[in-house]
């Protein structure tokens, strides 16, 4: 049997044979080591007792025997005939590698991870694993999430010291705030979700390692020396969150993330949020936002009309409306808003399961009021003093009960009559994704998808396309065969906003991203997403393309802190990739192009 | 059947976060003047024209003489469900 030396296969920038040689010179677990497959913290020195994980490619009978004498104490498991996996200590590898059986014994490297960070596919790195094309890493700027909470004793939260990157935290649910010294001295080590601003959840932790994690395991955020300015929000106040951001961060620069939205406005820019964020946003001060993820989720229908045109369209109530971190009720709920121009003439009907007709009341009627046992309505058709000054109706359906029979959810209708029309364009949303759906219609649309505060002029709202269908698990390696790489996400909210702006601005990768696991948290009970000895999930969203734009957009402030929100759309847009899943001009599913983080950076 | 109703949808007495924005020719000040001689203590001035409030919505409604009250939505986070 020939016996092959670990040169001829061993090709990561540091082999095994490499770390078995240097660990007796007081290697440092440097990212190089780790990168190879030592199961080391940064900066610790390499001793005998490091362990490495390793395949073993061997003559089986050979090496069980060869095994047993050596008397070893790590675990082996037998993959396939002559394939083994180990967790082995240097020490016994030293030993493995001599034995006559083995064959080829290569280190499991974390770059061979189906883990996708994003990197890659922005231009930020050439190849997994290799050196970042620029020379940014965020220092200097702040990155404020405002999200779920976050577990603040995973390392993606602390520099290469274990000194945690976290200039101040608040928690909307509490009303408490922590500086930086509370949080290093006073809660340092508390397990998730104890700590100060805990994520339960998961969402949080990951959006904000993927925009500024210190590398861990391979996986790096967009900005690892970035500070962060981090907000677990009640939902409802995420507002007073970004103002919060904005006014810790003093005259450093800032950008910050928001992975979340809904739908209940007009989508033209103007409810009091929306008119906020154009007033806070400077030079130096920037929002992100995600799209949303609502393009098939049946919660948007729009049209053109011509007089006369009468249309119909069905919709069921869920049974159980999102609830848990959002707050939400759990009896059904629905609300329904519909926009059209302040020319036109509409007339509305809703028509109940047991074919009630009620005829939404003229404009300017703020509520009329129907209940029995079971359901209470409200109905109302109001002015609308937008950038299109139009007018709205405002359908509200409250069950009383979680258990409300099931035909009094279903096969509801809205009868729409056109009377007059100078534009006749009608929209309408349910005020989230999993309130209520539309039946299949021909108003129902999959353009103007996207959600409140991404509608923002002082937002960058951000879609997602595939940029990963594999990942590895708990459970195994996992593929999704129903995405293309390169292609949009088939979820992703599409623009243009009702006033016609162009919305999404830039596409981001969000499917699916490896990024930090929160412990503890209701996503690490997911064994098909999470690989929780590395304390990595794998999960997909605009929620995880929009922090990829903010890291990017840390990057950009580091070069130029005054960068305005303008600019940073202007080279994000002049330097996007496009290819043939793309057009060359801005399209409702990419914006105008896919993210080039290097290319930005140098169209400043 | 569903019969008209009188009732509100929301309890009056309900706590919830709103903006308001001053209407034409009311002042920031004049809002936070109403909202202090009301007891109305939840109140942080976010930039000029945008006063964000935790009240009830009996005291709300009466604010709109003087400002446009906007509820404020809940938001759900934008990770895709499988």
Known sequence: MQKTTFKTYLNASLSLASILQKGSKKLEATAAVRAAGLDCKAGEPVEKQSKVSVNIICDQQAFEKQLAAENLSDQFENLADGLYSAHLTLASAAKIVKLDSVKRIQTKKVSALHLGNGTTETGLRSQPGATRVVSETGKGVLIGIVDSGFDLTHPMFRDSSGNLRVEALLDQTTGKTYSANQLSNDWSGVANPDGPGGDDNGHGTHVASIAGGTEHHGFEGVAPEARFLLVKTNFQDTDEAVKWCFTKANANPCVVNLSLGHHWGGHDGSTAEEVLYKTLVDPGKIIVTSAGNERTERIHIGGRFVPSQTESVGFRVSRRPPNGASQLPDPPFAALTLWYERDDEFTFTLVTPTGQRLPIPSV??????????????????????GPTPGKYVQILLSFKSPSVRENLLDRWTVQVKCISAEIGRLDGWFNNSGFATFYPSRLLELTRTIGLPATSEGCIAVASHVSNHEWESDDGPQKDETVLRGRTSPFSSQGPTRDGRQKPEISGPGQYLTAALAQGSSLAGVDERTLKAKQLLSIQGTSMSAPMVAGAIALMLQKKRSLTPAQAIEAMRKSAMTDGHTASVWNPAYGH???????????L | MLRKKNTSLYSQSEFVSARLRPRSGVSDSQVLQWLADHGISEVN?????????????????????????EVQP????HQNKD
Not at chain 1, 593 to 603: D, P, Q, R
Not at chain 2, 74 to 77: A, K
């Open chain 1, 364 to 385: 300017g009627t703020r509520g009329e009021r129907y209940g029995d046992s079971q359901v209470d309505l409200e109905l109302g058709h109001l002015y609308h003093a």
């Open chain 1, 593 to 603: 192009g896919k993210l080039n983080i290097a290319g930005a950076i140098s169209e």
């Open chain 2, 45 to 69: 001035q976010l930039a000029e024209g945008f006063i964000s409030v935790k009240a009830s919505r009996k005291d709300l409604h009466a604010a709109e003489k003087f400002a446009e009250v």
């Open chain 2, 74 to 77: 809940h938001s759900q986070l």
